[in-house]
Every structure is written in C-alpha cells, then in structure tokens.
C-alpha cells in the first residue's frame, strides 16, 4: 500500500491539535529572566515555579520575598515548604518557625513543620508541631498519625497507643498502619 506524504503531515497536524499538542504553552518562569520589584511578584514567581517543580528556584523567588516582606507568615510558610522540598530541613524547619511565630493560628504552617521535624528525625519537636495542629484542625488524621510515630520513635509506646485510638475514630485504615508499626515496635 501506497500512502502519499501530505496525508501523514495532515494526520499529525490534526492529531498534534486535538490533543493540544502543538498549542502554544507559557515559558517557564525563569527568575534570571524577570525583574521582580514587589514582594507580591517574587511571592507568585515562587507559587509558579513550585507548581513547576523547580523548588530550587522557588525557594530563591521566596527567599526574596521575605527580605522584602519579613512579616509576611506565607511567605515564610511557602519559603520553608520549597527548602524542605530540596532537602535543606535545617533552614526550612527555621523558616516555618517563623511562619507560626508570625501568624499562631497558621494550621498548615505547623503541619508542615511537624513533617519537616518528622523527616529530618526531630521527633520531640514533631510532638509539638503535631500537637497544635490538633488543636488548630481537630481530628487531621495526618497529625494524628505523625503523632503516634513519633510517640513511637520517642519510646513512647503508651502515648503512641492513644493516638492510635483517638486515629481509630477519625481514619479506621490510617489507624491500622499506625496500629502495625506499635506492634512492630514492641517486638524489637
């Protein structure tokens, strides 16, 4: 069988249209390649870039941010999730300090520095962070979860129990892998 050139080039003109393909996409956001004067410009550089996955670069956009608005709790709290998203918990612990010194009723701040402490093995300061987002968000089963692991890896196994059973009610599955890991815990 005999197909001609044209036909082909049309297939995948239409096909590279339907599928939007060859539609024009916006240019990453290249902070080299932009002047940012306001805060509020470097802070939705760095939203762009995190949605982009170039959390290095975020970090940088939020990191210039906040020296120009140092009081700003988002921006601290954004600032602190992109350094954890890169492995630098040491700073991002300390960004997203300040993000809930700045702003005590910022919920998601202390999750994120519950899980920052988690990750970086800071488990007592996980305990506080976990213990006010429970404060802040009743019934987060992440927290609750975190909580009782870190009850856990602190050889807290009584307090990890409690949290399983307070889990129970909120998540019935999350409960049961909180449940697996005291258990396994108690056997070494």
Same mark, same amino acid.
């Given at each position: 069988?005999?197909?001609?050139? %044209?036909?082909?080039?049309? =297939? #995948?003109?239409?096909?590279?249209?339907?599928?939007?393909?060859?539609? +024009?996409? +916006?240019?990453?956001?290249?902070?080299?390649?932009?002047?940012?004067?306001?805060?509020?410009?470097?802070?939705?550089?760095?939203?762009? /870039?995190?949605?982009? %996955?170039?959390?290095?670069?975020?970090?940088? *956009?939020?990191?210039?941010?906040?020296?120009?608005? +140092?009081?700003?709790? #988002?921006?601290?709290?954004?600032?602190?999730?992109?350094? *954890? /998203?890169?492995?630098?918990?040491?700073?991002?612990?300390?960004? #997203?300090?300040?993000?809930?010194?700045?702003? +005590?009723? #910022?919920?998601?701040?202390?999750?994120?520095?519950?899980?920052?402490?988690?990750?970086?093995?800071?488990?007592?300061?996980?305990?506080?962070?976990?213990?006010?987002?429970?404060?802040?968000?009743? %019934?987060?089963?992440?927290?609750?979860?975190?909580?009782?692991?870190?009850? =856990?890896? /602190?050889?807290?196994?009584?307090?990890?129990?409690?949290?399983? /059973?307070?889990?129970?009610?909120?998540?019935?599955?999350?409960?049961?892998?909180?449940?697996?890991?005291?258990?396994?815990?108690?056997?070494?």
């Amino acid at each position: 069988m005999r197909h001609r050139t %044209g036909t082909f080039i049309a =297939l #995948l003109l239409f096909t590279g249209l339907a599928t939007g393909a060859l539609m +024009p996409k +916006p240019p990453p956001v290249h902070i080299e390649q932009e002047e940012f004067l306001e805060a509020d410009d470097w802070f939705q550089a760095g939203v762009e /870039l995190n949605s982009e %996955g170039s959390y290095r670069e975020a970090t940088e *956009a939020f990191s210039r941010s906040v020296t120009l608005a +140092p009081s700003n709790p #988002l921006g601290w709290l954004n600032l602190g999730t992109s350094q *954890a /998203l890169i492995g630098d918990y040491g700073h991002a612990i300390d960004s #997203l300090k300040k993000s809930v010194q700045l702003d +005590p009723s #910022l919920a998601l701040g202390y999750s994120n520095l519950g899980e920052v402490c988690f990750r970086a093995d800071r488990y007592k300061e996980a305990v506080t962070a976990y213990t006010i987002v429970l404060k802040l968000w009743p %019934g987060n089963a992440n927290a609750l979860y975190k909580l009782g692991l870190s009850h =856990l890896l /602190l050889d807290e196994a009584d307090k990890a129990q409690g949290e399983y /059973l307070s889990l129970k009610m909120v998540d019935p599955e999350l409960a049961e892998k909180l449940r697996r890991a005291i258990i396994q815990g108690a056997g070494n």
